[in-house]
């Protein structure tokens, strides 16, 4: 396991290279301008002059190879340079912003699983019934709502118009709960649906007809031998989730004023500001790799056949 | 049966937890205002720009003289000021007692403090033609400071009136080196506000500086929140977490109507602040033509415009600026809408329609032109499907050209394009210094007139209006100047944009301010809140 984990971790070095030098260059294809962004935003007319004077303080005038070297040597010594708009250093702010994300994330998380799981359970054994119709009816329109329109409908009913909720902001407990609901709304679907298909699908294995045939009780059976066997293919799924939750929360993050990394990126690709975009992406794909990671290293204490490096034959 | 239960238990918790929140919405404090925008105002440095936001800067630092409405120069840190005959040499009578926010005393030598770093760092502020223009600060007493120009410049006082950079910093906030290009050690001015905190990606809040010289603001405190989405502004502001929209894009045009039909808001618009208009690009494609040019300007119809996509938020407009902009009220002939006198002008330029195409031709050559506009801007995007609509009528096919905003500047800033946005910057900047960026080729204005055979007259009357002394010289070049470009119909004015405004009834009074750059936080009354 520990061989598996140090190969995995080292696997990410090249996988982080790559996605630098990607990121770098994509970023510089298109008709993007940092100087041009930074003179708008700064309401100075974008003469030549002004251009090239911008060009120069940023950096933008070396040719892109020295601009890489340069910034990929910063990186390695966890210094992500500076913020074209504001100057200060990228990392410190991403790390300031990052534990909202986290924060908020994680509240998702705690809703997807505390509802996902009974209520997917529920429809699996109340199957063709009513609980199992209305939970499917909710998980089609949880996948087919996006999330913005979600958001200002949360806002619109619970803020505006009931005012139980604050709309906006960072505070107490209170105002996590409509962003969080907002972010765990399409994952909370998926994953009820996963859980139910899933259990249906463990419950009609041959495992099952013998340990009922042994006289296993039915609920040991239902908590113990389906369940555990119906996690593999949800924990996989919630590994992607967290990925999902953190990309989803730029849009929940932008709606509800949420001081995140989400809004501190978005706020990046309006003004071109290829530091934090790329730190932001650097970021994202270390998290998003350690997360697959942890659910792999769950996966294999899940199911004895990928611990022992066996086949499903045997 | 337990596993049954045990869901429901967990939906009755949520809703327990959901009664527990049920509790009254927090309002502000008495004395309190809460706006919002949509970033931090930045570490307001007033010699620098990006990130630092204009209308806090406009809160904390004041100008020797104020931009006042319809371009008037009043008095502010400076009470008076005399002028030599060649206009060369500008003297200033500082205000007396007048304090930084730290008890700093304002005067000459803090004057020349802050001129002197300004000057020192010229190239970044190369773009303002008063950064070249001073050549040197002296102190005389005091109370008195003289601004020595290298030549005579009339809009001296206009620009020395802009929110950045000639604004006063406290010289106890000046970095060790003196040079606050470097930055500063805190946000330190004479305003009627002092930033007190900043809490990043969340708000900023200003406090009522106890020393200012004028007269003491009602409000004691302003809260700045971080709203980036305009949708969540208009909800946080009917939810009561903000008290005021002010400005120019803050709220969608369609959310100002729905609450300009709620009664328990006061909704303002402001006097025309800039122009908003699509340049035809005399240098390439069919509008090198004058014909083609005057054709489009009678057959956009402009009512139709401001009704359907400015909800009569804006003003129609029929000249490139506005008459209350200084100068500008030159009563030249508008440019009506009709599609008889469009079709006629195209008809004798030779531009003919034929029975199977609705496209009229030349030579076997379609008059097709592109109209360029940023993508994901909707108003643009609105008035753009109106134009292509309406020039359809006349026989000109326009293809749109929605694009990114880099991509979009960069065809202004190197000419690619037939038809293009391109508003007028506003007061206090209209018009000489947005006239005089029609000299740089990197400007739209450039480039749609660069077809102009007159191009090079306009230029050299434009140098020469800057430095005239004589003011009915001055009066009679702009004249000149902007009769000839109308009659070229290089600007197709769309309409005069104003600023918006919303707020409750407990906000009693508040001015709007002379331009879209900065807020008069000061002049609101607040009354007792009454919810």
New interface residues.
């Given amino acids: 396991m520990i061989k598996f984990i140090a190969r995995r971790l080292l696997l990410l070095i090249p996988l982080l290279f790559v996605i630098s030098v990607l990121i770098f260059v994509i970023l510089r294809l298109?008709?993007?301008?940092p100087a041009?962004?930074?003179l708008?935003?700064?309401?100075?007319?974008?003469?030549?002059?002004?251009?090239a004077?911008a060009r120069e303080e940023l950096g933008l005038n070396r040719p892109l190879v020295v601009q890489y070297s340069d910034w990929a040597w910063k990186v390695l010594h966890l210094d992500f340079g500076r913020s074209y708009?504001?100057?200060a250093p990228v990392s410190d702010?991403l790390l300031?912003?990052l534990p909202?994300t986290l924060y908020l994330g994680t509240v998702s998380l705690g809703i997807v699983l505390?509802?996902s799981f009974?209520?997917g359970?529920?429809s699996a054994?109340?199957k063709d019934r009513w609980?199992d119709h209305l939970t499917r009816a909710i998980a089609f329109a949880g996948v087919s709502t996006p999330s913005f329109w979600l958001g200002?409908l949360l806002?619109?009913v619970f803020?505006?118009k009931l005012?139980?909720?604050?709309?906006?902001?960072?505070g107490g407990?209170?105002h996590v709960?409509m962003p969080a609901f907002t972010l765990a709304f399409m994952s909370l679907c998926i994953n009820m649906r996963l859980i139910r298909s899933s259990m249906l699908e463990q419950m009609n294995t041959r495992s099952v007809l013998y340990a009922r045939s042994r006289g296993v009780k039915e609920k040991w059976i239902?908590?113990y031998h389906v369940l555990k066997n119906s996690m593999i293919p949800v924990v996989t799924a919630m590994g992607m989730h967290i990925g999902e939750m953190l990309g989803g929360a730029v849009v929940v993050e932008?709606?509800?004023?949420w001081?995140?990394v989400g809004?501190?990126a978005?706020?990046a690709i309006?003004n071109?500001d290829f530091p934090v975009m790329q730190c932001f992406i650097l970021m994202m794909t270390l998290l998003f790799v350690l997360c697959n990671l942890a659910v792999d290293i769950l996966y294999a204490w899940l199911d004895p056949r990928i611990r022992y490096g066996t086949g499903a034959e045997q | 049966m337990k596993l049954y239960r045990h869901p429901l238990s967990v939906l009755c918790l949520c809703l327990a937890i959901s009664l527990f929140t049920l509790s009254p919405q927090a309002f502000a404090e008495s004395g309190t205002l809460v706006y919002s925008w949509s970033s931090n105002v930045g570490p307001l440095n007033p010699h620098a720009y990006s990130p630092n936001q204009m209308f806090a800067q406009a809160m904390v630092y004041e100008p020797l003289v104020r931009y006042g409405m319809g371009g008037k120069i009043l008095p502010c840190l400076a009470e008076s000021w005399e002028t030599t005959p060649d206009r060369r040499e500008y003297t200033f009578h500082l205000r007396k007692g007048v304090q930084f926010s730290d008890g700093t005393p304002f005067d000459a030598e803090a004057v020349k403090k802050n001129h002197d770093t300004l000057i020192a760092n010229a190239k970044s502020h190369n773009w303002l033609e008063l950064a070249r223009q001073i050549q040197e600060t002296v102190v005389l007493d005091e109370h008195t400071v003289k601004v020595v120009l290298k030549e005579s410049y009339y809009p001296f006082l206009q620009d020395l009136a802009l929110i950045r950079p000639f604004r006063y910093l406290s010289p106890s906030a000046f970095p060790e080196s003196g040079n606050t290009k470097e930055g500063i050690k805190a946000a330190i001015g004479t305003g009627p506000w002092v930033l007190t905190q900043t809490r990043l990606g969340q708000d900023d809040t200003f406090e009522r500086n106890d020393r200012y010289w004028g007269p003491r603001p009602d409000l004691a405190k302003i809260i700045v929140k971080v709203l980036p989405d305009p949708n969540t502004r208009a909800m946080a502001f009917e939810t009561g977490e903000i008290d005021l929209i002010y400005g120019d894009g803050q709220i969608s045009l369609d959310t100002f109507n729905r609450f300009r039909n709620n009664p328990a808001y006061t909704t303002r618009m402001s006097q025309p602040l800039a122009s908003r208009c699509i340049v035809l690009n005399s240098g390439r494609g069919p509008t090198r033509e004058l014909a083609v040019r005057k054709a489009i300007q009678h057959a956009v119809n402009k009512e139709a415009l401001i009704r359907g996509v400015f909800l009569n938020t804006e003003i129609k407009a029929d000249t490139l600026y506005a008459s209350n902009t200084p100068y500008c009220d030159l009563n030249l002939p508008p440019y009506e809408y009709s599609l008889s006198k469009a079709k006629k002008l195209l008809d004798l330029a030779g531009w003919k329609t034929t029975d199977k195409a609705s496209v009229r031709t030349r030579d076997g050559k379609e008059l097709t032109m592109d109209l360029c506009f940023i993508g994901n801007n909707a108003v643009m995007k609105s008035i753009s499907e109106v134009f292509q609509a309406d020039l359809q009528k006349i026989g000109i096919r326009v293809v749109l050209k929605g694009e990114e905003t880099d991509s979009y500047y960069k065809r202004q800033h190197q000419g690619e394009f037939d038809l293009i946005f391109n508003d007028s910057w506003g007061p206090p900047y209209d018009p000489h210094s947005f006239m005089s960026s029609w000299r740089a080729p990197s400007h739209a204005d450039y480039q749609a007139q660069s077809g102009l055979p007159m191009k090079k007259q306009i230029d050299e009357a434009i140098g020469e209006v800057l430095v005239s002394r004589d003011e009915f010289k001055r009066q009679a070049l702009y004249r000149e100047i902007l009769g000839t470009l109308h009659a070229q119909a290089v600007y197709l004015p769309i309409s005069y944009t104003t600023g918006l405004m919303v707020h409750r009834a407990d906000v009693s009074e508040m001015a709007y301010g002379a331009t879209k750059y900065e807020i008069p936080f000061e002049t609101i009354v607040q009354k007792q809140r009454s919810y």
């Avoid at chain 1, 005012?163 to 960072?170: E, R």
């Avoid at chain 1, 932008?254 to 004023?257: G, N, S, Y």
């Fill in positions: 298109g008709e993007n301008d041009m962004s930074y708008r935003l700064s309401q100075i007319p974008a003469t030549d002059e002004a251009l004077l708009v504001t100057g702010r300031f912003y909202n505390v509802l009974p209520l359970i529920l054994l109340k609980p200002f806002v619109y803020a505006v005012k139980w909720l604050p709309p906006m902001g960072m407990p209170r709960i239902t908590g932008i709606i509800f004023a001081p995140g809004r501190y978005v706020s309006y071109r």
